[in-house]
Nanobody, 124 residues
Framework: QVELVESGGGLVQAGGSLRLSCAASGHIFSNYATGWFRQAPGKEREFVAAISRSGGSTEYADSVRGRFTISRDNAKNTVYLQMNNLKPEDTAIYYC?????????????????WGQGTQVTVSS
């Protein structure tokens, strides 16, 4: 059974930083590309960042590029999202997702497995 568990969310002031983790189990993690998505209250879920299964390629939404960094440690079956210079508009539930492919996609419907999410709240 594939399981993804996010952690690291919390409350932070604008300009602060958080590091989210997505721990995977139940599948050969290094075979899966992984993405981070977020959903703010009253809004649709949106793409944030993604990383190829090897970690050699990444992609970011324009709204977070230069502030967020996605990385992975396949030995630890974990993907990270380092979030710096956080803004109130980054407030959302953050989800990680994986797909059985070398390559990521920006479309959430192309992901096979999802975590339960972790809340990030940025105060102004």
């Amino acid at each position: 059974q594939v399981e993804l568990v996010e952690s690291g969310g919390g409350l932070v002031q604008a300009g602060g930083s958080l590091r989210l983790s997505c721990a995977a189990s139940g599948h050969i993690f290094s075979n899966y590309a992984t993405g981070w998505f977020r959903q703010a209250p009253g809004k649709e879920r949106e793409f944030v960042a993604a990383i190829s299964r090897s970690g050699g390629s990444t992609e970011y939404a324009d709204s977070v590029r230069g502030r967020f960094t996605i990385s992975r440690d396949n030995a630890k079956n974990t993907v990270y999202l380092q979030m710096n210079n956080l803004k109130p508009e980054d407030t959302a539930i953050y989800y990680c997702a994986s797909r059985s492919s070398s390559w990521y996609r920006r479309n959430e419907y192309e992901y096979d497995y999802w975590g339960q999410g972790t809340q990030v709240t940025v105060s102004s």
